[in-house]
């Protein structure tokens, strides 16, 4: 069943590269400069801008929404999708989530269930959620707690989530790391996540941390047989999750091996689509789920990833690397889901944040915590999705741009 009336239609589709400069706040060090993270990785020194894909969706009653497409250096290849493939196949359709998704889906099933592709249905999805909850008059996490059965005394929807420290790599230096992990605690923030795979520099981020929850995001480094030796290695370091152990990705098998023995394994960034998201929750692969909204399929897909850990009993804690429209999605599904919790009954870490330094920041929520002394997040009031750039950081920060109608 449709969630809005069908009769407003996508008149135009618009594509915005956006790229903002920030910092990182490395020291020259020999190791850093030596890092072991590849150079497609957004945690490699070698990033100092970060790109952003906008989609704004225009409809027949004149409202707009918005939506992001993944990400990062694959973004030509998102853009071509995009104009070329998917945006001129909703051009003329209902501005409607559901009335859409079967056709979209089905139109496009066989050119893969992840890739550029799917990151373009993905930011095409989430402006129309965007809509749908402007049409409704409520903030976007208020319509999405229908849909999660949220909203009541025992899952009440919140006006604020907590955020937690995603740092950048600092080529397995313990020092570096120590150092930057105490900058994290410092700007407010409760909960850190590395992207590094030695011991000694996950200890030192311990040492660091105290007794605050700590990830490590180790970017499928291992082989199952590797992934083993480091979790045993790791077992006095009190980790929350391992994320992305295992090469390729979506080994299921490999990563339910993991999790059965260690039981803290987070996946789910890389997964194809919903399904093959849900088949390793089905599996056991994953003890925390990590769908990215602008990967995945859109918000309609992180709904059914999250009815599906309600199901299976796996915690969902979304990925989420970006800084436009999809930050803002991530911080609404978040808002408007039961609050999710470890096994032991451990709240888990919710919003993940790159901490990073913008000199110009695109919207309120982006780098929210440089204006508080707290790492909470506080969301739009606003029907929709509340993303509201500011017009002056937008065009000054704007690549390329082009319209589908």
């Known amino acids: ?49 970060m790109q952003s894909l906008l989609v704004s969706v225009h409809t027949s009653d004149g409202l707009t929404g918005w939506g992001e497409a993944f990400g990062h250096k694959t973004n030509p290849a998102t853009w071509a999708a995009l104009q070329d493939v998917v945006a001129p196949f ?99 923030f409760a909960a850190f996540k590395l992207h590094e795979s030695t011991r000694e520099a996950i200890a030192a981020a311990r040492q660091a941390a105290g007794g605050h929850p700590l990830m490590v995001d180790v970017n499928c480094h291992w082989d199952l047989e590797g992934a083993h030796r480091a979790a045993d290695a790791f077992t006095d370091l009190d980790l929350h999750w391992l994320e992305e152990p295992i090469f390729p990705p979506d080994d299921a098998g490999a990563l339910a091996a993991l999790n059965a023995r260690h039981g803290y394994v ?20 994953v003890a925390v789920a990590q769908p990215s909204v602008g990967k995945i399929g859109g918000i309609t897909d992180m709904l059914e990833v999250y009815a599906a850990g309600a199901r299976l009993g796996v915690a969902v804690v979304p990925h989420n690397f970006y800084y436009g429209p999809a930050l803002v999605a991530t911080a609404q599904l978040i808002a408007a889901a039961p609050r999710q919790r470890a096994a032991d009954g451990t709240a888990h870490p919710e919003l993940e944040v790159p901490f990073l330094s913008w000199p110009r920041r695109l919207h309120p929520l982006h780098a929210a915590h440089h204006d508080a002394a707290s790492a909470d997040v506080v969301l739009p009031e606003a029907p929709g999705l509340g993303f509201a750039p500011d017009p002056e950081v937008l065009a000054a920060a704007t690549l390329r741009t082009a319209t589908v109608a």
Do not use: C, K
């Open 1 to 49: 069943m449709a969630i809005t009336a069908t009769q407003s239609t996508v008149t135009r589709i618009e594509l915005t590269l956006i790229s903002l400069p920030f910092d990182a706040g490395r020291r020259d060090t020999a190791a850093d400069a030596n890092e072991s993270i590849d150079t497609y990785n957004a945690s490699s020194r070698t990033f100092t801008e």
């Open 90 to 188: 909703f051009v003329g359709r209902a501005a409607d989530p559901v009335a859409v998704r079967h056709d979209a889906e089905y139109a496009f099933h066989a050119f893969g269930r992840t890739g550029p592709v799917h990151y373009a249905l993905s930011a095409i999805d989430t402006a129309l959620w965007d809509l749908a909850a402007q049409r409704a008059g409520q903030p976007l996490r208020h319509l999405l707690a229908e849909h999660l059965g949220t909203g009541g005394p025992d899952h009440p929807v919140r006006e604020a989530i907590s955020s937690y420290a995603s740092l950048v790599h600092y080529g397995e230096d313990p020092v570096e790391v120590d150092f930057h992990v105490r900058r994290a605690a410092a700007a407010g």
């Open 266 to 285: 987070a996946a789910g960034e890389n997964a194809s689509g919903a399904q093959g998201l849900i088949d390793q929750m089905a599996a056991g692969a």
